[in-house]
């Protein structure tokens, strides 16, 4: 399984951007579960949003705090795409952001629980 991030980019204080996240196969559903992370200059890698599944077909959301109300994580798998869009953006929200996916249906915002990430794609907010 391979992951690419796309829509990184320079923006300024308040405005929007939408992440996205392709993966290589076409068994993103059997990924049953999917995250963002980001990583600062100097900071350890920290959960943004992740989407998991508890077996059926249904996908729960679930947000770290800051993530609350201002992003929104999204799952398409007939086109094997993760999308995060975010608004109100922040200058602490700068930082490199991955995405990842696990076989198992789970939500914790542990790097090593997570067993593919791909290259990240950087979001810079001034």
């Known amino acids: 399984v391979q992951l690419v991030e796309s829509g990184g980019g320079s923006v300024q204080d308040g405005d929007s951007l939408i992440l996205s996240c392709a993966a290589s196969?076409?068994?993103?559903?059997?990924?049953?579960?999917m995250a963002w992370f980001r990583q600062a200059p100097g900071k350890e890698r920290e959960g943004v949003a992740c989407?998991?599944?508890?077996?059926?077909?249904?996908?729960?959301?679930n947000y770290a705090d800051f993530s609350k109300g201002r992003f929104v994580i999204s799952q398409d798998n007939a086109k094997n795409i993760l999308d995060l869009r975010m608004s109100s953006l922040e200058p602490d929200d700068t930082a490199m952001y991955y995405c990842?996916?696990?076989?198992?249906?789970?939500?914790?915002?542990?790097?090593?629980?997570?067993?593919?990430w791909g290259q990240g794609t950087q979001v810079t907010v001034s």
């Open positions: 989407m998991y599944s508890r077996g059926g077909s249904r996908y729960y959301a």
């Open positions: 990842a996916a696990v076989a198992r249906g789970l939500c914790v915002y542990t790097v090593r629980q997570w067993t593919y």
């Open positions: 196969t076409s068994t993103l559903g059997l990924l049953r579960s």
